[in-house]
């Protein structure tokens, strides 16, 4: 919020321009195990939208970046599939050339996304199959 307060009045000045929020497919669902990191990407949505709406009218376009998982040093315990940066990278700075406020970079939140749009409580459901068998 601090580094968007910032530039804000910059980009305002030079007539608009874009902000670029990295998030998370965790903005929307909640991993469990990951329930803190879950709500904080959900927050830092939540705060993408806020601000999308505070500064539309200075002609700032202010985008969310949404992949699961990326192949950074982070993730290297996670399975595959996973996007790889160039991808999220590339993704994104197309979505700003192309005025798109969300972006799901990478197959794998591609794929998730429809059934976040049109079944969100069974892909909470299907997170559950990320818990142990001992914790389900």
């Known amino acids: 919020m601090r580094v968007i307060r910032t530039f804000a009045p910059i980009l305002k000045s030079n007539g608009g321009g874009a902000i670029l929020n ?13 329930g803190s990191y879950s709500a904080s990407k959900a927050a830092a949505l939540s705060l993408t939208r806020g601000v999308r709406a505070e500064l539309a009218s200075q002609g700032t376009l202010v985008v969310g970046s949404m992949p699961a ?3 950074t ?9 996973k996007a790889t940066v160039e991808e999220v990278a ?19 939140a591609k794929q998730i996304l429809p059934s976040l749009k049109e079944d969100p409580k069974g892909v909470e459901e299907s997170m559950k199959a990320m818990l142990p068998l001992s914790d389900r």
């Not at 590339?90 to 794998?108: H, K, Q, R």
């Open 22 to 34: 990295i998030l998370s497919l965790l903005s929307n669902v909640t991993l469990p195990m990951a």
């Open 69 to 71: 998982q990326v192949d």
């Open 73 to 81: 040093p982070l993730a290297k315990n996670y399975p595959d599939p």
């Open 90 to 108: 590339t993704e994104s700075i197309d979505a700003i050339e192309e005025g798109i406020e969300d972006v799901y970079p990478g197959d794998y």
